[in-house]
């Protein structure tokens, strides 16, 4: 019989107020990359969220996004981050 191993997830949430393009969202995101380096589900509810490109953002092996009505916007030229 094969072994069955329960992996924990974490559940991160990315909540905010209200976001207006001329925020920058980068610093907020990465956070929450980072709070699920482990591996997880995160979350990022439906909105804008405005990138400068010039940071790059670490994705953990074994994570799920949900980002379902989520609109990232970037600059027209990105950084080397």
């Not at 997830?9 to 929450?32: C, I, K, M, P, Y």
């Not at 996004?65 to 990105?78: K, V």
Request: aromatic share 8%; glycine share 10%.
């Amino acid at each position: 019989m094969p072994e069955i191993r329960q992996i924990p997830a974490l559940t991160a949430a990315f909540l905010s107020g209200v976001l207006s393009l001329s925020a920058d969202d980068t610093e907020r995101l990465a956070d929450l990359f980072e709070a699920a380096s482990k591996g997880g589900v995160i979350t990022i509810p439906p909105g804008d969220y405005r990138l400068s490109g010039d940071t790059a953002i670490a994705l953990s092996s074994n994570t799920t996004i949900i980002a379902y009505g989520a609109r990232f916007h970037f600059p027209e030229s990105l950084g080397s981050g």
